[in-house]
């Protein structure tokens, strides 16, 4: 039983070693966080797990499928967090559909409305539209020092009557679509973070040498593109917003939306 110990504990120290070497090329000043929220039996967490390594393989699963060995640092799990953005290339702009030509609207029919109020000696503009002759024989200035044929749309005058124009249809919303089969760490997809949204800028790079933030749509990437805004690349960006307001610095800079830095996100 002991001999089993020994070998099980020197093949974890081997697959954190390999996991460790694996990471090295691809994470700059990397860290080991836990999975957040991990319990397994409601009673064994990685605290508990940190402290009884030799138990790391022998509690089984979470609710949620997860051993420890995947999920806990202390058992060569555990998620890996970069504090700074990867120096290689700077993110590719997702793929977006091409924009759609503008369909004009129609245009709209014009009409004539009388004079509002106007009169001639008590005659209106109904009363001139019963005979057209009216409009010549009867032609001296009345109200506003306006003729018939100034006034009324019968005799060739009036206000043109411009309708309000039928408003141009609405284009279809353009639909943000995940990068296909896109994962980190053999473990996360897009669809997982869809509900752990919050960790979205702790990974380092997965499928086709992207982020989470240039490949999920609830991260910010993805093919369609969000609304503008930005993203910050760091958890230590915190500490240039209040209450900490650290001045910014060139790590703020490139780094975290206070200093005009982070992942910037375009409109479609």
């Not at 081997?14 to 990397?30: Q, S």
């Not at 991990?38 to 022998?58: I, L, P």
């Not at 043109?160 to 919303?173: E, F, R, V």
């Not at 760490?185 to 752990?196: A, G, K, L, P, R």
Request: charged fraction near 20%; aromatic fraction near 8%; include cysteine.
């Amino acid at each position: 039983s002991i001999n089993f110990q020994i070998k099980k504990s020197e093949s974890r120290r081997m697959k954190l070693r390999c996991l460790t070497f694996w990471a090295l090329p691809i994470v700059a000043a990397a860290r080991c966080v836990d999975y957040p929220n991990f319990v397994v039996d409601h009673v064994y967490t990685c605290s508990w797990f940190a402290q009884n390594e030799q138990n790391c393989g022998d509690m089984g699963e979470s609710e949620d499928g997860i051993s420890a060995e995947a999920a806990c640092c202390a058992c060569g799990g555990g998620i890996t967090q970069r504090p700074t953005p990867f120096p290689t290339g700077a993110p590719r702009p997702p793929t977006r559909p091409p924009t759609r030509a503008p369909v004009p609207a129609p245009e709209p029919t014009r009409g004539c409305i009388d004079e509002p109020g106007w009169t001639n000696r008590g005659l209106d503009c109904e009363w001139y539209s019963r005979n057209e002759d009216r409009c010549v024989e009867f032609d001296n200035p009345g109200d506003y020092g306006m003729t018939a044929q100034q006034a009324c749309c019968n005799c060739g005058g009036g206000i043109l009557d411009t309708p309000a124009p039928t408003p141009a249809p609405t284009p279809a919303p353009i639909v943000c679509e995940d990068e296909p089969r896109w994962v980190v760490n053999n473990m996360y997809t897009c669809e997982w973070f869809e509900s752990h949204k919050d960790w979205c800028g702790n990974f380092g790079e997965g499928s086709d040498g992207m982020t989470a933030e240039e490949a999920c749509c609830v991260c910010g990437g993805g093919a369609g593109g969000p609304s503008v805004g930005c993203k910050d690349m760091s958890l230590d960006c915190d500490l240039f917003s209040p209450p900490t307001s650290w001045p910014c610095n060139t790590f703020g800079d490139e780094n975290c939306c206070a200093c005009g830095g982070g992942l910037q996100h375009f409109p479609n």
